[in-house]
């Protein structure tokens, strides 16, 4: 069945630490986005991608990274996680009808 | 800048009532409206319209978009408590890329 898989649900995790949270989707989207969500708060696109080698920065400014070497695989990585980043990272992709498939979700937490 | 403005933003009502859900927006190169109901992890797709005055039914939801005046209802009757979530709204924009921008969403509760 066709969708979109994110991987850890939950991680909590030490100050300074390296991170890649995981967003893989076996629909065959171009289109794929990160977005974060705070509590309460209404979601922010952080990153996205048209396609194997593009990304492009979304509206909120984050300190994370992505990556697209592959159609189906737009991880995320934060170099240095601090407290600042707990949220919860939500990953999106669509195709040619636009509408959006989103993953489960990670809640990050960064003690 | 592109805005969603979500109406109301909290919602308490009884089991059997039925509820309007407004979202209105601001954008450029205007693609679709979608509605997105969120429990406790991933938004789950409702509806997504891009027509104006076409109604689209799924079970006791419907929803309808006024390309116009700008504006989406999502209407919930015979509400259940399985009906209490955040009802996201988020609009679809770019020309040649394309961006959902999502509005703060409605919480709705629904008490037996």
């Known amino acids: 069945e066709a969708d979109i898989y994110q991987t850890p649900r939950y991680l909590v995790i030490g100050t300074g630490k390296k991170i890649t949270l995981e967003c893989s989707q076996t629909?065959?989207?171009?289109?794929m986005y990160w977005y974060q969500q705070d509590p309460g708060m209404e979601l922010h696109l952080i990153h996205y991608?048209?396609?194997?080698?593009?990304?492009e920065k979304g509206d909120l400014s984050s300190e994370s990274t992505v990556s697209r070497i592959r159609t189906e695989h737009f991880p995320l990585t934060l170099e240095s996680a601090r407290p600042s980043h707990t949220s919860q990272y939500l990953c999106?992709?669509?195709?040619?009808?636009?509408?959006?498939?989103f993953g489960s979700g990670t809640r990050l937490t960064v003690v | 800048e592109d805005k969603v403005v979500q109406s109301p933003l909290s919602l308490v009502v009884h089991e059997g009532d039925t509820v309007t859900l407004n979202c209105s927006y601001e954008?450029?190169?205007?693609?679709?409206l979608l509605w997105y109901k969120q429990e406790k992890k991933a938004p789950t797709f409702l509806f997504m319209l891009?027509?104006?005055?076409i109604e689209k039914k799924s079970g006791r939801l419907s929803s309808i978009l006024d390309k116009k005046e700008l504006f989406s209802i999502l209407n919930i009757t015979a509400t259940q408590t399985g009906d209490s979530a955040i009802y996201l709204c988020?609009?679809?924009?770019?020309?040649?890329?394309?961006?959902?921008?999502f509005g703060k969403g409605t919480k709705l509760s629904v008490i037996p």
């Open positions: 999106a992709s669509t195709g040619d009808n636009y509408g959006y498939t």
């Open positions: 988020a609009v679809g924009s770019g020309a040649g890329s394309y961006q959902l921008t």
């Open positions: 891009t027509s104006s005055g």
């Open positions: 954008v450029t190169n205007f693609r679709s």
């Open positions: 991608s048209y396609g194997v080698n593009s990304t």
């Open positions: 629909m065959g989207h171009d289109k």
